[in-house]
C-alpha cells in the first residue's frame, strides 16, 4: 500500500501508506489499543459512576479535568479508523470487515460505560449550569459544557441511551455498508473496459455528446438493477431515525443535524427558503450550458458534459498536484507545503479502482494522519476536487492546536473551508489559463462548482426531506418512488430546460448525502460563506490572517460566532440573498460569454 510514483519534479506516493501506525490489519497493537481503550473507561466510571462528582462544582470541575485527560489520552479509537480506511479501499476483504464490526460494538460497549457523565452533566439543574458558565475556573469549559446543558433537552435516561448506542450498528451502520459494499462491486462495460461504477460516474461527464450518452445509458440500468437494496436500506434508517427523532422530541427530520451542527433553526429554513426561492438563477445557468453546447434540451449526461475539446484531455497526476501546490503557495506557501508533505508522506489515495469507496473526502482523527481519499480521472475537476479536500486537511491540522474537547469542528464550518481554497484554486487556474478555450472551459467549471454546491445541495436537502416525510407519513417508500421523486427535484434544480430519460431518478442510489440526513445544507451555507471570504481576501490579502484564525478555532466557538469574527453574519437573512445575488450577476456574465462565442455542437 505504498506504491511510490516517482518523476523529475515530484515523488510521491499514490496510495495510502498508514505503515507508521500498524503493521496491517493483524498487527497485535490493534488489540492492545483497543484493550487500553476499554480500561481507560472501565477506570472513569469506578472512579464517578457513584455520580458524586455532581455534589459542587468544585468536584465538577475535578471530574472535568479527569475527563479531558482521559479522552485526549484514549478517546479516539486509532484502530477503527485504520480499519474503516482499508475497507474503503477494499471493500471486498469480508474477513477484515467482520474483525471491524466486532471491534467497533466493543468500542461501544465500552463508550456506554462512560455515557453517564455528560448525561448527568446535561440535566444538571438549571440553576447550577447558569453558576458553572459564570464561573472563570470553568472557562476552558465554557463552550463545551454550553452545548452540553442544550443537549440534555433531548437527552434520554442512561439506560436508553445505551440501547440507542447498541443498536446504532445494526440499525443504521451496517444498512449504509452493506448498500455500499453492494454498489462499490457494481462495474460498467465501456470501450472494452470495466469500469468500477464511481469511475464510470466521473467519466461520463468528461466525453463528447455520442460516448456520454452510451456510458449513462449503461449506468443508470446499473443503478437500477441494485434498487431493491437501496429500497430496503432507506426506508430502514429513515424509519429508525423517525423512532429516534420521536424518542427525543425533534419536531422535523431535519432538527437533529442542525443543531449537532451548532447552527440555529432559523438560519438553516431560511438557507433552504431563500435558495429555494431563486431557482431561476440555476435555470438561466444551465439554458446557457445548453445553448453552449449547441443543445435545444439537456438530457441528464449533458448536465456536466465538457464545453471545450481541452476538457477531454487527460491530465496527469503529477500536473494535478503541481499545480494545486502552486496555486496554495501563493495564499500561502505554508499551505502549499501541505498539500507536498500530504502526497509524499501517503496522505492521499488518488486512483479509483474495484471495490474502493467512490467520491472523495478528508479523514481526520485525533493523533492519527490527517488523509484524503479521492478518485482521479484526469479532468480538471480533480485539481478543484484536491484543492477542497486539502482545505479540509489545513483546517484539521490547524485545529489540531486547540485541546481535544474543540479539536473538532463542526460540518458547518468545515465546508467554508474547504470552498474556500477550492475557490481560490479555480480563480488562479482562469487567470493564468492558456487561451480563451481554456478559459471558457475553466470559468465553466467555476459556474458548475457554485451552481452545484448551493442549488444542487438544496435541491438534496429538499429530497431528502420529502422522502423522510413520505417514510414518516405512509410507512416507507418503493423504489420506483424513491426514483420519481429525485426527478422531480432534479428538474426543479436544471429547469425546463431538462428531458431526462425515465429511469434517470434512479442516480439517487449513487448519493452518498442522503444517508447522513441533511448535511448537504452545509455545502450551501459554506460555499456562500467562503465567497464572502474570498472576496475580503482579494481586497486585501492581509486578510489571510482572519482565515487563519477561523482555520484555528477548531470548535471552541459557534460557528456563527467564528464567522462574526471575520466580519459575517450567517444568521442575518439579507446575507444569504446577498451571497444569492452575486451568483446570479456571475451566470448574468456567464450568458454574455456564451452569446458572443462558438457553440460547441453535439460531438
Not at 470559468?443 to 444542487?456: A, Q, S, V
Request: glycine content about 4%.
Amino acid at each position: 500500500m505504498t506504491k511510490a510514483k516517482k518523476t523529475n519534479k515530484l515523488a510521491f506516493k499514490t496510495e495510502w501508506d498508514f505503515s507508521s501506525m500498524y503493521n496491517g490489519d493483524k498487527d497485535p497493537r490493534i488489540e492492545s489499543e483497543i484493550k487500553e481503550m476499554e480500561e481507560a473507561r472501565l477506570a472513569f466510571a469506578k472512579k464517578y459512576s457513584n455520580k458524586k462528582f455532581l455534589a459542587s462544582t468544585k468536584t465538577i470541575l475535578s471530574a472535568l479535568k479527569d475527563w479531558e485527560k482521559m479522552l485526549t489520552e484514549s478517546g479516539f479509537a486509532k484502530p477503527i479508523w485504520y480499519l474503516s480506511k482499508l475497507n474503503d479501499i477494499d471493500s471486498s476483504n469480508q474477513e477484515r470487515k467482520s474483525r471491524t464490526n466486532l471491534l467497533t460494538q466493543r468500542v461501544t460497549k465500552a463508550e456506554n460505560e462512560i455515557i453517564f457523565f455528560e448525561l448527568s452533566l446535561s440535566k444538571l439543574d438549571p440553576k447550577m449550569q447558569k453558576e458553572i458558565l459564570n464561573d472563570k475556573s470553568f472557562a476552558p469549559y465554557k463552550y463545551y459544557l454550553k452545548k452540553t446543558f442544550e443537549a440534555g433537552k433531548h437527552l434520554l435516561s442512561e439506560s436508553e441511551e445505551k440501547i440507542l448506542s447498541l443498536k446504532q450498528q445494526v440499525t443504521y451502520t451496517m444498512w449504509v455498508d452493506a448498500q455500499k459494499k453492494l454498489l462499490n462491486a457494481q462495474t460498467v462495460k465501456f470501450q472494452k473496459k470495466d469500469l468500477p461504477i464511481a469511475e464510470a460516474m466521473m467519466l461520463r461527464h468528461q466525453l463528447g455528446y455520442k460516448e456520454r450518452h452510451e456510458l449513462h445509458n449503461k449506468i443508470i440500468p446499473t443503478l437500477k438493477a441494485i434498487s431493491h437494496m437501496a429500497e430496503a436500506e432507506l426506508n430502514a434508517v429513515y424509519t429508525d431515525k423517525k423512532i429516534e427523532d420521536e424518542l427525543r422530541g425533534y419536531k422535523t427530520p431535519y432538527e437533529a443535524t442542525v443543531i449537532g451542527y451548532e447552527n440555529d433553526l432559523d438560519t438553516v429554513e431560511n438557507l433552504v427558503k431563500v435558495i429555494g426561492d431563486n431557482m431561476k438563477v440555476s435555470h438561466r445557468f444551465f439554458k446557457a450550458r445548453a445553448k453552449l453546447l449547441g443543445l435545444e434540451k439537456l438530457g441528464s449526461a449533458d448536465l456536466y458534459a465538457p464545453v471545450a475539446k481541452s476538457t477531454q484531455k487527460k491530465i496527469s497526476l503529477e500536473e494535478i498536484v503541481s499545480k494545486t501546490i502552486e496555486s496554495f503557495n501563493k495564499i500561502k506557501p505554508e499551505f502549499g507545503n501541505y498539500v507536498k508533505s500530504f502526497a509524499e508522506n501517503g496522505q492521499i489515495d488518488f486512483l479509483p479502482k474495484k471495490g474502493k469507496k467512490g467520491g472523495a473526502y478528508c479523514s481526520p482523527g485525533h493523533n492519527v494522519p490527517t488523509c484524503v481519499l479521492m478518485n482521479i480521472t484526469g479532468s480538471i475537476d480533480d485539481i478543484c476536487t484536491l484543492a477542497h479536500e486539502m482545505g479540509h486537511s489545513i483546517h484539521s491540522e490547524l485545529a489540531k492546536g486547540q485541546p481535544y474537547l474543540y479539536e473538532d469542528y463542526t460540518i458547518s464550518v468545515a465546508e467554508v473551508a474547504s470552498t474556500f481554497f477550492e475557490q481560490l484554486v479555480i480563480d488562479d487556474l482562469i487567470d493564468n489559463a492558456k487561451n480563451d478555450e481554456e478559459r471558457l472551459r475553466l470559468l465553466d467549471e467555476k459556474m458548475k462548482g457554485d451552481i452545484g454546491t448551493i442549488f444542487r445541495q438544496i435541491s438534496y436537502f429538499n429530497y431528502e426531506l420529502a422522502l423522510h416525510n413520505k417514510v414518516r407519513k405512509d410507512g416507507g417508500a418503493s423504489k420506483e418512488e424513491m426514483a420519481e421523486m429525485f426527478l422531480k427535484e432534479t428538474k426543479n434544480f436544471v429547469g425546463p430546460v431538462l428531458s431526462p430519460n425515465v429511469d434517470d431518478g434512479y442516480t439517487f442510489i449513487y448519493i452518498p448525502h442522503l444517508r447522513y440526513f441533511f448535511y448537504v445544507y452545509t455545502y450551501a451555507l459554506g460555499q456562500i460563506v467562503s465567497r464572502a471570504l474570498c472576496a475580503k481576501y482579494k481586497e486585501d490579502n492581509s486578510f489571510i490572517e482572519k482565515v487563519e484564525e477561523f482555520l484555528k478555532s477548531g470548535q471552541s466557538m459557534s460557528p456563527r460566532d467564528i464567522f462574526l469574527k471575520t466580519g459575517i453574519d450567517i444568521a442575518d437573512p439579507k446575507f444569504i440573498q446577498a451571497g444569492i445575488d452575486a451568483v446570479a450577476e456571475d451566470v448574468k456574465k456567464y450568458e454574455g460569454i456564451v452569446n458572443k462565442i462558438k457553440r460547441v455542437g453535439r460531438k
